[in-house]
C-alpha cells in the first residue's frame, strides 16, 4: 500500500545520506570554482560519467 503524501519523506533524510551528498557536491563545487580540473575532480571523488555530466556542464554553461 503506498504511503500517503503527508507521510512521504525524500530519498536519505532519515539516515542523512542527503546530507553528505550535498556536503561533498558542494565541497566539488568550491574546488571547481577555485580552479581544480575536473579531470582532477572526476578522480579524487569517484564521478562516473553521468554524475560529473550533471555536475560540471551545467556549472560550465
Same mark, same amino acid.
Given at each position: 500500500?503506498?504511503?500517503?503524501? =503527508?507521510?512521504? &519523506?525524500?530519498? $536519505?533524510?532519515?539516515?542523512? $545520506?542527503?546530507?553528505? +551528498?550535498? /556536503?561533498?557536491?558542494?565541497? %566539488? /563545487? +568550491?574546488? !571547481?570554482?577555485? $580552479?581544480?580540473? +575536473? !579531470? ?8 562516473? %560519467? =553521468? &554524475?560529473?555530466?550533471?555536475? !560540471? %556542464?551545467?556549472? %560550465? =554553461?
Amino acid at each position: 500500500m503506498p504511503k500517503k503524501k =503527508e507521510n512521504y &519523506q525524500k530519498w $536519505g533524510t532519515r539516515s542523512d $545520506g542527503r546530507d553528505l +551528498i550535498d /556536503e561533498r557536491n558542494m565541497d %566539488i /563545487e +568550491i574546488a !571547481f570554482n577555485s $580552479g581544480k580540473s +575536473i !579531470f582532477y575532480l572526476v578522480n579524487k571523488y569517484s564521478l562516473s %560519467i =553521468e &554524475q560529473s555530466k550533471r555536475l !560540471f %556542464i551545467l556549472k %560550465i =554553461e
